[in-house]
């Protein structure tokens, strides 16, 4: 297991959280909050790659038993990708970057919006940091020699502003 998000949401106390994790071998588990059903895979073990940092958006009802949408980096070894997971699966990023994913920021659009999120990603091994607004800008290239371990990102307040976001 590498990565957990909780949806802790308005939902009575004596509910379990809705839980989504991210695990080693690549799959994504998914806990809805009633728990009925138990967990489901929202992704088997076919990227060969391990879930390496998460990101979640989860409806904005926490009654509301739509799936979350996601944001996930794929690491392990040399290379990582970002994927993103709105009912399903479609690749922001393959996994041509020569680090894995080892940080992620996410800008969500409304809930309800069909947009995809804005993205900041800081990867390993030589440390590079990557903008995802509809299409990949380099914020800082590898020359840090360095794996990105830790970042804070301040979004613009407004989604539909397109300033780069200011990155530490």
Do not use: C
Not at 50 to 61: I, Y
């Amino acid at each position: 297991l590498l990565s957990v998000e909780l949806g802790l949401g308005d939902g009575p106390i004596d509910e379990p959280p809705k839980a989504l994790a991210g695990l080693e071998n690549g799959a994504v588990m998914y806990f809805p909050a009633n728990g009925a059903s138990g967990w489901s895979q929202l992704q088997g073990t076919g990227w060969g790659y391990e879930v390496s940092v998460m990101e979640v958006q989860w409806p904005e009802d926490y009654s509301d038993t739509t799936e979350p949408k996601i944001v996930l980096g794929l690491g392990g070894g040399k290379s990582g990708a970002i994927m993103y997971y709105n009912g399903g699966w479609s690749q922001l990023h393959d996994n041509g970057w020569a680090a894995p994913a080892q940080q992620l920021s996410v800008k969500w659009p409304a809930y309800s919006s069909a947009d995809q999120p804005k993205v900041v990603v800081g990867l390993g091994n030589d440390g590079a940091v990557m903008y995802f607004n509809n299409g990949w800008t380099e914020i800082q290239g590898s020359g840090w020699k360095s794996g990105v371990q830790a970042m804070s990102v301040q979004w613009p307040s407004d989604f539909s502003d397109d300033a780069t976001p200011r990155i530490v």
